[in-house]
């Protein structure tokens, strides 16, 4: 059965056109860039949210670099609390 599979994969690998594989080349591209996009919008919506409702006097490039030291485990000058809870 994995033989059949692997052998029937190879074979639709070698009938498909140039064409055919540049389509969905950039079909799992585009999805690649949607999700990308999504995770970035929502890291950023976090951000804004500890910045608007703690005490939190950097600039908000400043912040990611400190969420990145945070989720690393490192030290950073934001609360604990911030991270936990964006909006209290």
Same mark, same amino acid.
């Given at each position: 059965m994995g033989e059949q599979s692997f052998i029937k994969n190879k074979i639709s690998d070698l009938s498909t056109s140039e064409e055919t594989r540049r389509v969905q080349r950039a079909g799992v591209q585009s999805l690649a860039n949607k999700n990308r996009s999504e995770k970035m919008k929502r890291?950023? +919506?976090?951000?804004? $949210?500890? +910045?608007?409702?703690?005490?939190v006097d950097i600039p908000l490039r400043q912040l990611r670099t400190a969420l990145r030291k945070h989720r690393q485990g490192l030290e950073t000058d934001?609360?604990?609390? $911030?991270? +936990?809870?964006?909006?209290?």
């Open positions: 890291t950023w +919506r976090y951000l804004k $949210a500890i +910045r608007e409702n703690y005490p934001v609360p604990d609390v $911030a991270w +936990r809870n964006p909006s209290p």
